[in-house]
């Protein structure tokens, strides 16, 4: 090749070096007005974002304000319900507690007032059943003072009572003193008919497991004055004493047979023996009817054994009225201790009442307790969002 047409080529390729280099350059110079606009528009875009961004915040801090506020409206009116019920919960347990208080008042009042009542009625029965007593030991002591006297009338008990009739109707006369001297009328009757149809001296009505006893006066005179009379012989004595000893045997079947009669009467009966020298001699030297009668349950007495015995039936008269009060006392008692039960049981219900009114307000004050601490959190909570709004 030749140097000019290596030249030209050169040439052309320097041409063609500079066209492609001016073309590169008019792409640089395009990319370049694009880069910035494209710079520009996105740097509009993103302060549009911004600005959108910050419309939607403050949008949301308001909503959020405006929810927060609602709910402290919300949450104070809730509070002020809540302490208005609360008060009247009070009110309503203090009222409740105030008429607990006066129930139990008047339930005390009544019941110390039946206790006062039914103790003065105790006591006035006891005084009355005192009373009793007294005047019938005054009667006992007018019946021993006039048994004294009728014992010394009885040394000339001889020329008195020589008739038998007459001897009859005095032992039953001095039956009859001894007898009302001691014992109520109601416990007592003369010439009672049995339902056999026999008639006795003298019935005693005592309670039971004693039952009714029959009362016989027998007055074996004449073959005892047979026995201590200084002139009479000593055939005449034994004819006395056999005809002593038949009399008292028939006198004992008689009334044992007469008297003592099974579901009606007691399981025994007596002899009344008006005169003490008969009865002693009957015990002291005839044993054997003493034996008799105590086997056909028939007891011999004296004036001093009955009015012994009589005591002794009085008592039991009187033991029995005082079982009877006793038995009405521990009724009342009983009734007593029912109305202390029913006391003790509603003052058991009151004191739990009490306490679950003292358990509710304890945990009612817990409650508001925790309901105020919680209005106070979201106080601070909307103090610091109004401090993040100002920002």
């Not at 004493?241 to 007469?258: L, S, V």
């Not at 038995?327 to 039960?341: A, P, R, V, W, Y």
Request: hydrophobic share 40%; net charge neutral; glycine share 2%.
């Amino acid at each position: 090749m030749s140097p000019s047409f290596l030249l030209i080529i050169i040439l052309m390729l320097l041409v063609l070096l500079l066209l492609f280099l001016s073309f590169i350059w008019r792409q640089l110079s395009y990319l370049s007005r694009d880069s910035e606009n494209l710079q520009q528009h996105n740097q509009v875009v993103l302060k549009e974002v911004r600005e959108h961004q910050q419309s939607q915040l403050k949008q949301h801090h308001e909503y959020q304000l405006n929810n927060i506020k609602l709910l402290q409206e919300n949450l104070t009116h809730l509070q002020q319900q809540i302490l208005s019920s609360i008060n009247e919960r009070i009110g309503a347990q203090n009222k409740h507690i105030e008429q607990l208080h006066q129930i139990v008042d008047n339930q005390l009042k009544h019941i110390g007032g039946k206790v006062e009542e039914r103790l003065q009625q105790g006591f006035e029965k006891t005084t009355l059943v005192f009373t009793d007593v007294v005047k019938r030991l005054a009667l006992i002591d007018e019946a021993q003072k006039k048994i004294t006297t009728l014992s010394e009338n009885v040394v000339g008990l001889q020329e008195i009572l020589s008739d038998k009739r007459s001897r009859g109707a005095f032992g039953e006369v001095q039956l009859e003193s001894l007898v009302r001297n001691i014992l109520p009328e109601a416990n007592f009757a003369f010439q009672h008919v049995l339902s056999n149809g026999k008639r006795c001296d003298c019935i005693l009505f005592l309670p039971e497991p004693t039952g009714h006893i029959v009362i016989d006066s027998k007055f074996p005179l004449e073959s005892y004055q047979i026995l201590f009379r200084h002139d009479a012989s000593e055939a005449q004595k034994k004819e006395a004493e056999k005809q002593f000893r038949q009399d008292i045997k028939k006198h004992i079947r008689d009334i044992a047979e007469k008297y003592i009669i099974k579901s009606e009467t007691a399981e025994g009966a007596m002899m009344f023996v008006p005169a003490e020298a008969i009865f002693a001699e009957i015990h002291a030297h005839y044993p054997e009817l003493v034996a008799e009668a105590q086997r056909a349950r028939v007891w011999i007495s004296s004036p001093t054994t009955l009015m012994a015995i009589l005591t002794t039936a009085r008592a039991v008269l009187k033991d029995a009225a005082t079982r009877q009060q006793v038995h009405l006392i521990q009724q009342h008692l009983h009734e007593l201790s029912k109305d202390f039960q029913r006391f003790q049981t509603r003052l058991d219900n009151l004191g739990r009442h009490i306490s679950q009114a003292h358990k509710d307000v304890e945990e009612t004050q817990t409650s508001a307790e925790k309901i105020t601490s919680r209005f106070k959190k979201i106080d601070q909570v909307d103090l610091h969002l109004e401090e993040i709004t100002k920002e």
